[in-house]
């Protein structure tokens, strides 16, 4: 099983950035996918990011592109998020999540392990 934590979330003006981080806790870290979804009310979880195994392959939802970076630190078992140039749309509720497929999947379904969540609020 693994276990995950979100944290770095907050308040931020728009154009801002924050980093979200998410330690896993768990000796199968290395086994996992990774992912970053954000969900709003009334909304469906929507996919952000996703990072393979080792880290060699991303994806990102069209509407990050180019303003946010995946990255896992295997030793720590830590996946992160850097969101740059924020945007009030990028408001919601941040979870990450673990995945066993070999392939990076930008769909919550195939997810096994989720975080709690963490809110990130952009304001204009």
């Known amino acids: 099983q693994v276990q995950l934590v979100e944290s770095g979330g907050g308040l931020v003006q728009a154009g801002g950035s924050l980093r979200l981080s998410c330690a896993a806790s768990?000796?199968?870290?290395?086994?996992?996918?990774m992912g970053w979804f954000r969900q709003v009310p009334g909304k469906e979880r929507e996919h952000v990011a996703a990072i393979s195994r080792g880290g060699s392959s991303t994806v990102y939802a069209d509407s990050v592109k180019g303003r946010f970076t995946i990255s896992r630190d295997n030793t720590k078992n830590t996946v992160y998020l850097q969101m740059n140039s924020l945007k009030p749309e990028d408001t919601a509720v941040y979870y990450c999540?673990?995945?066993?497929?070999?392939?990076?999947?930008?769909?919550?379904?195939?997810?096994?392990?989720w975080g709690q969540g963490t809110q990130v609020t952009v304001s204009s």
């Open positions: 768990g000796r199968t870290f290395r086994s996992y996918s």
């Open positions: 999540a673990a995945d066993q497929s070999v392939v990076v999947h930008t769909t919550s379904l195939p997810y096994d392990y």
